[in-house]
C-alpha cells in the first residue's frame, strides 16, 4: 500500500465534517431507501434491470448503430468515440466551428471521466457546471466525492467561502439563501450560453431517445435554451427498448435519493425547436472508453449493469469513514472501484479496492444486481496474478496452511507475550505489533487446539455422524466454542468427528487475491472433510461456511479447475451453519429445548456472511429466543463489525471506527449480552468491549444454547 | 377517478406540490385568477403571467381572459419566460402512484413556462391520471414527441449538506389544478 494513501485515509479520517455528514446521511439513506421501496418488488425490479441491461452489454456495438441511426432519422447526429481525447476534440471542433464562447453543463459522469472542462477551457471556452454540487466542486477546483452529490463531503460553511472567494463576497452559510445565490448567478449563465452539454442516463436504441432525470431542473434548461445540445452518453446506457426504461426510473430515483421519482425527467428524441423557431442542434457523442472490453470480459460485463444510484456507496461502513477522495478519481465507493480499474488501468485499483471489506452490503442493494464484493475480489486476484504475491504474504500463508506449525508459532508467540496476556485477552503488543492491540483485545492463544481437545470428548457412539470443520479461531482461540457444538449434536444423537486433515478455509488467501493458494486449501479441506460418510458438514463460522458452501467451487471456477467442481459441489451440499443445522434438528424434534427458563436480555449481532450470503440471520434469533432470551435489536444490527479477516490487521485504522460505532450501537441497546454466530466478530467484538471497559457479555450462539438444550421426547 | 385523484394529490402533495381540483374550467380559471392576483401580477403591465397555448385555451376563453387579465401574456418568448413570475402551461397526464404530470414539451412554450418562472401553474384533466409508471409508458409515443417531460414537485436540490431546498434552477411552486370536465360550462 502506497504511502500518500494511507495518508489520505488519515486525512480523510481526521476531516470531522466527513464522518458526521455521511454517517448521518447513511442512518437516513437506510430509512429513506426501505421507505422509498414500500410496495415495490425490489427483487422483480432489479431482476428485469440485470435482463435489460445484460443483454444490451452483449450487443453493445448492434444497439450503438440502432440508436445511431434512429436517433440521426430524427435529425440528431450522433457521434461514436472509442476514447476520450476523441470526444473532447469533437466537441472543441464543434465549438469552434459554431462560434461557442459559453457553455453551460448538467450532470454528466461521463464528461468528468474524460476531464472535459480543463480541455475546454483550455480552447478558450468559458464551461460552467450548474448541478449545484457540480458548480461547488467546480469553483472549489475539486473532483466529485459521491456520483450523485458530488459535494457531500463539504460543509455549508465551506460552501460559503468558496462562494465567498469565487464568486461574489458577502455570502453567509445559510442554506436557502446559498441555493437562491446559486440560482441567480446561474441564470445569466443558462441564457447567454451558446451550447448545453448533458449526460444521460438511458439511451434507447429502439427509439434513439435520451433520458435525462434531475431534481434541480438544470438539464431542462442546458437542454431548452442553448441552441446547441450536446449529450455525452456511455455507451453502457443504452438499452434496446423504450419500455425497458421503466425499471430503471422505478430503481434508480429510489435507490439514489429515496425519491418515487425526481422533480423532473426528460424523454428527449432528436432535436426539439429552438427558443426562436430554429431546430435545435443535437450532438450525441457515444464513447465507449473501454466499456466494450468490460463487455467482453466475462468476469465484469455484469459492471455494465450499474445505473450510477451510488447506493453503493451510501451503505458502504468504508465509504462513510472516508468519503470519495480517498478513491483518487472520478468514480468513487465500490463500482468506482471497478470502474476506475477498467476506465483508467487495472493498476490504478491497487490501493483503493484493498478499502472494501467484503461485508456485502452493496449487493443487497443494487439495483444492476452487480456482485460487487466478488468483482473487487477478482481485481485483487488479477493484481495479484500480474505483480505476484508479496514475499512475506507468501511466507504467510506456507505457515497458516500448516496448522501444526500454525498453532505452535502462535501459541509461541503468545507465550512470549504472556506478560501481556491477563484473563484471556492480550491487551498491548510491543512494538510494531502495538497497532493491532490499539482498538481492541485480541483473545489469548489455547494451550491445547481443538483439534486435540475434541479427542478428549467423550461422545456417544451415534448411528448419524457430523464433521466439524472449525476453522482458525475456534481451533487456536476459542476451543469451547467447539466443545459446545459438539455436545449439542451429541444431544441429537450425532457423533462429531474431527478430520485432521482440515486446514485453513482459503478465504484469507481468496481475500488476498492468492487464488492458487486459496484452491490448494479447498483441495485438502475437501479430501480431508469428504473421507468419511457423513451426514452434514458443520462449521461454527459463517465465513468458514460460505467457503465450505460457495468459494471453493468458485475458486476452481476462475482458475479453470473444472475436474475439482464435483468435489466441492458435494462438500457444499452436506456444509451448513452451527444454527441452521441446530434449527432443523430442533424443527425435526430431535432437540428440544429445557422448559421455562427467562435467561434475560440480551441483542443480536448480525455476521455478515451469515446474513447476507448464507441469508441465515432469522434461525440464530429463533433458537435464542426459545432457549429463554429476550431479544432486543440494536440499531444497525446487521452492520459490519469490522473485522473482515485480515482485513482488521491490514487497515485497522478503518477497522477500528467501524468496531467503534458498532460497540456504540451495543452498548445503546442497554442490554447485559450481545449474541453472534461468528468466531471472528466475537474477536472483534469481545476484544473492542474489553477495551472499552462496557460491562456487556459476548458469546457465540452455539455457548448459549449448550446448557439449554437436551434430547426430545420423554 | 377519485381513488387516483387522491393518491395522485397525497404523493403530489408529499413532494411540495400544491393541488387543487374543479369540476369545469370555469372554476378552474376563476382560481387562477384568484393567483394571479395575489401574486400582483393580474392587472399588469403584461407578462407577469405567461400562458402557453393548450386545448383549454380555446379562442373564447383566451379573449375573455385578455379582458378580465391585463397582466397574462400569451406570447411566449425566451425574454418573457424570463421576467415572467408566473408561467402556465396544460400537460397530458397524471401519475398517481408518484404525482407526476407527464407533458409532450416539444413545443417550446410549454418548457419555458414551467421552467424558467419561479411559479408554475400546471392545467391537467382529472380523467387522465394513470395509476403507474408503467401505464404512463403505454400512453407515451416518443416517434410523437421529441421532448416528453415529467415533473414531480417543485424544482428542488439537496446538494449541501442533504439539506432539502425547494426551488433550484427551476420553479420553486408548483401549483396543479385538475378540471373534471373541461368541456362543460364556459
Redesign the interface.
Same mark, same amino acid.
Do not use: K, N, Q
Given at each position: 500500500m502506497q504511502s500518500t494513501f494511507r495518508k489520505s485515509i488519515s486525512v480523510a479520517l481526521q476531516n470531522p465534517n466527513l464522518a458526521g455528514a455521511l454517517g448521518r446521511f447513511s442512518v437516513a439513506y437506510r430509512e429513506g431507501r426501505a421507505k422509498a421501496y414500500e410496495g415495490i418488488d425490489f427483487e422483480a425490479v432489479r431482476a428485469r434491470i440485470r435482463e435489460v441491461k445484460s443483454d444490451a452489454a452483449g450487443r453493445l456495438d448492434e444497439l450503438a448503430e440502432i440508436f445511431k441511426r434512429r436517433a440521426e432519422a430524427r435529425g440528431a447526429k450522433v457521434f461514436r468515440a472509442s476514447d476520450p481525447a476523441q470526444v473532447r476534440q469533437y466537441i472543441l471542433d464543434l465549438a469552434k466551428a459554431r462560434g461557442v464562447a459559453r457553455i453551460v453543463k448538467s450532470k454528466s459522469m461521463a464528461s468528468e471521466e474524460i476531464h472535459l472542462n480543463e480541455h475546454l477551457r483550455e480552447g478558450g471556452i468559458e464551461v460552467a457546471e450548474t448541478d449545484l454540487g457540480e458548480w461547488i466542486i467546480q469553483l472549489a477546483h475539486q473532483t466529485p466525492s459521491h456520483m450523485v452529490m458530488p459535494a457531500i463531503h463539504m460543509t455549508k460553511e465551506e460552501v460559503t467561502e468558496v462562494f465567498n472567494q469565487e464568486v461574489e463576497p458577502g455570502q453567509t452559510p445559510d442554506i436557502p439563501r446559498l441555493v437562491q445565490f446559486a440560482r441567480t448567478k446561474l441564470r445569466p449563465k443558462f441564457l447567454e450560453a451558446d451550447m448545453g452539454i448533458s449526460g444521460a442516463n438511458i439511451a434507447v436504441a429502439e427509439t434513439g431517445s435520451l433520458v435525462i432525470v434531475t431534481n434541480e431542473g438544470n438539464a431542462r434548461l442546458v437542454t431548452t435554451l442553448p441552441r446547441i445540445h450536446v449529450a455525452i452518453v456511455g455507451v453502457e446506457k443504452l438499452v434496446a427498448a423504450f419500455r425497458d426504461i421503466e425499471p430503471i426510473l422505478t430503481a434508480l430515483p429510489r435507490s439514489a435519493t429515496a425519491q418515487l421519482l425526481t422533480s423532473y425527467v426528460s424523454i428527449i428524441t432528436g432535436p426539439v425547436p429552438n427558443t426562436d423557431g430554429t431546430p435545435k442542434e443535437l450532438h450525441i457523442i457515444l464513447m465507449d472508453n473501454r466499456r466494450s472490453d468490460m463487455a467482453r470480459d466475462p468476469k465484469f460485463k455484469q459492471a455494465l449493469q450499474c445505473i450510477r444510484c451510488a447506493s453503493c456507496l451510501n451503505v458502504c461502513p468504508v465509504f462513510r469513514l472516508v468519503g470519495g477522495h480517498v478513491f483518487g478519481k472520478t468514480y468513487t465507493g465500490g463500482i468506482g472501484t471497478i470502474l476506475t480499474a477498467w476506465f483508467d488501468a487495472l493498476k490504478q485499483s491497487e490501493d483503493i479496492q484493498g478499502l472494501c471489506i467484503q461485508c456485502g452490503n452493496c449487493k443487497v442493494v443494487c439495483p444492476g444486481l452487480i456482485d460487487i464484493p466478488e468483482l473487487i475480489l477478482e481485481l485483487r486476484r488479477r493484481l495479484a496474478v500480474e505483480q505476484g504475491q508479496p514475499a512475506l504474504q507468501k511466507a504467510i500463508f506456507a505457515v497458516v496452511n500448516n496448522r501444526r506449525m500454525f498453532h505452535a508459532v502462535l501459541r509461541a508467540a503468545y507465550l512470549g507475550q504472556k506478560p501481556f496476556a491477563r484473563d484471556g485477552f492480550i491487551r498491548h503488543l510491543p512494538f510494531f505489533l502495538g497497532q493491532l492491540t490499539e482498538f481492541r483485545s485480541l483473545p489469548a492463544i489455547a494451550p491445547v487446539p481443538f483439534r486435540d481437545l475434541v479427542k478428549r470428548i467423550r461422545q456417544p457412539k451415534g448411528l448419524e455422524k457430523a464433521a466439524f470443520y472449525s476453522g482458525c479461531l475456534i481451533d487456536f482461540s476459542y476451543p469451547e466454542l467447539g466443545e459446545a457444538v459438539v455436545r449439542i449434536l451429541n444431544q441429537a444423537g450425532i457423533e462429531v468427528v474431527f478430520p485432521e486433515g482440515q486446514t485453513c478455509c482459503g478465504a484469507p488467501a481468496r481475500y488476498s487475491g492468492a487464488y492458487e493458494v486459496a484452491a490448494q486449501n479447498a483441495q485438502d479441506n475437501i479430501q480431508a472433510l469428504l473421507a468419511e460418510d457423513v451426514a452434514y458438514v458443520v462449521s461454527a463460522c459463517p465465513t468458514c461456511t460460505v467457503a465450505l458452501k460457495q468459494d471453493f467451487a468458485a475458486v476452481f471456477e476462475s482458475l479453470g479447475m473444472t475436474a475439482r467442481l464435483e468435489g466441492a459441489a458435494r462438500l457444499a451440499a452436506k456444509a451448513v451453519d452451527f444454527s441452521t443445522l441446530v434449527r432443523r434438528l430442533v424443527d425435526e424434534g430431535r432437540l428440544s429445548f429445557k422448559d421455562g427458563a427467562d435467561l434475560g436480555r440480551l441483542t443480536y449481532h448480525d455476521s455478515c456472511h451469515l446474513k447476507r450470503t448464507l441469508d441465515a440471520c432469522q434461525a440464530p434469533r429463533d433458537l435464542l429466543a426459545q432457549a429463554g432470551y429476550r431479544l432486543e435489536e440494536m440499531t444497525e444490527c446487521d452492520m459490519c463489525c469490522g473485522m473482515g479477516g485480515s482485513y482488521s490487521l491490514k487497515l485497522p485504522e478503518l477497522s477500528a471506527p467501524i468496531l467503534e460505532r458498532k460497540l456504540g450501537n451495543i452498548k445503546a441497546a442497554q442490554v447485559p449480552l450481545v449474541a453472534m454466530d461468528c468466531p471472528g466478530c466475537v474477536m472483534q467484538i469481545r476484544g473492542g468491549l474489553d477495551k472499552d471497559g462496557a460491562r456487556v457479555r459476548v458469546e457465540h450462539t452455539a455457548r448459549l444454547l449448550a446448557d439449554r438444550l437436551e434430547p426430545d421426547g420423554p | 377517478m377519485e381513488s387516483l385523484f387522491e393518491t395522485f394529490k397525497a404523493?403530489a402533495e408529499a413532494?411540495s406540490a400544491e393541488v387543487h381540483r374543479f369540476p369545469t374550467r370555469q372554476g378552474a380559471f376563476g382560481f387562477i385568477l384568484g393567483l394571479l392576483k395575489e401574486q400582483q401580477v393580474l392587472e399588469g403591465p403584461q407578462g407577469g403571467a405567461l400562458w402557453a397555448p393548450g386545448s383549454f385555451l380555446d379562442g373564447a376563453a383566451r379573449e375573455r381572459l385578455e379582458g378580465e387579465a391585463p397582466g397574462i401574456g400569451f406570447q411566449v !418568448?425566451?425574454e418573457a419566460a424570463?421576467a415572467a413570475r408566473v408561467g402556465i402551461s396544460q400537460v397530458d397526464w397524471g &401519475?398517481a =402512484? !408518484?404525482? !407526476?404530470l407527464v407533458a409532450d414539451?416539444?413545443?417550446?412554450e410549454q418548457?419555458?413556462v414551467? !421552467?424558467?418562472p419561479p411559479i408554475h401553474v400546471a392545467l391537467a384533466q382529472t380523467g387522465r391520471i394513470l395509476p403507474d409508471?408503467?401505464g404512463a409508458?403505454e400512453h407515451?409515443d /416518443?416517434?410523437r414527441? =421529441?421532448?416528453?417531460?415529467? &415533473? #414531480?414537485? /417543485?424544482?428542488? #436540490?439537496?446538494? &449541501?449538506?442533504?439539506?432539502l #431546498?425547494i426551488? =433550484?434552477?427551476? /420553479?420553486e411552486r408548483l401549483i396543479v389544478v385538475f378540471v373534471d370536465d373541461p368541456e362543460r360550462g364556459h
Open positions: - | 404523493r413532494v !418568448t425566451r424570463a &401519475i =402512484a !408518484t404525482g !407526476t414539451a416539444a413545443p417550446v418548457r419555458l414551467s !421552467t424558467l409508471l408503467a409508458m407515451l /416518443p416517434a414527441s =421529441a421532448y416528453l417531460s415529467f &415533473i #414531480t414537485g /417543485p424544482s428542488r #436540490t439537496a446538494d &449541501i449538506e442533504r439539506v #431546498t426551488g =433550484a434552477h427551476g /420553479p
